[in-house]
């Protein structure tokens, strides 16, 4: 009986072992991402010669001119600021009111650039009136869901200067993957804007 006990419990064993080897289950993990570290909060002034406009951004990012416009005139003061660690891009366009550039018809485009590429994907488009502390006014539009840009603005004196914004990643549009990062560059967004003077 003892040998037919021992026996029993050895073939048991050597069974788990085999069985457990080849079994399907697995423990499941929680879906998550990399932690990112972020940089403190300092910025710099964009003052350069010939453009129409100044404002201040973050030491952590870096402007250069936009070499992709239209032949147009305008595009002399277009710029990309750069922020490198979140594969992250502000692009700036600026058109002087006039003539060839009426305010109507480049507040209507402003709507249109928000809306018109964004609006089937998006689960909310909110806009914001701007009013600066320069005295600026503006529009911001703030984007929900897996958008290509979840922030849009444009500032204006509704005379002589007309300025846009958008912020992109060049990354696969993901909110929850993208969020932490967006909500940190929205702040560094709002503090150009807010700090925006015309010349």
């Known amino acids: ?24 289950y697995s423990i499941g993990k929680k879906k998550g991402y ?16 010939g453009y129409p406009y ?8 870096t402007v250069s001119k936009d070499s992709v416009f239209f032949d147009d005139k305008a595009g002399d003061w277009w710029i990309n600021i750069d922020v490198p660690q979140f594969a992250g891009r502000i692009y700036i366009s600026y058109k002087a009111i006039g003539k060839e550039n ?18 089937d994907i998006s689960t909310g488009i909110e806009e914001i009136n701007i ?15 897996n958008t ?7 500032l204006t004196d509704s005379n002589h200067h007309f300025l846009r914004g958008a912020l992109y990643f060049d990354a696969a549009p993901n909110m929850d993957s993208l969020g932490i990062v967006n909500d940190f560059l929205k702040k560094d967004l709002e503090h150009l804007i807010n700090t925006l003077k015309w010349k």
Not at 35 to 48: G, H, S, V
Not at 131 to 145: E, H, S, V
């Open 102 to 119: 009426k305010f109507d018809s480049l507040v209507r485009d402003g709507f249109k650039m928000a809306y018109k590429q964004h609006a």
């Open 1 to 24: 009986m003892k040998n037919l006990l021992s026996s029993f419990i050895h073939a048991w064993i050597v069974a788990s072992c085999l069985f457990s080897c080849n079994s399907d």
């Open 148 to 154: 290509a840009t979840a922030n849009q603005f444009f």
């Open 54 to 61: 100044s404002f201040e951004y973050p030491v952590y990012a």
């Open 131 to 145: 009013q600066t502390p320069n005295n600026i006014g503006g529009m911001y539009f703030a984007l929900g869901g």
């Open 34 to 49: 990399f932690r990112i570290d972020f940089p403190e909060k300092k910025y710099q002034a964009f003052e350069r010669p």
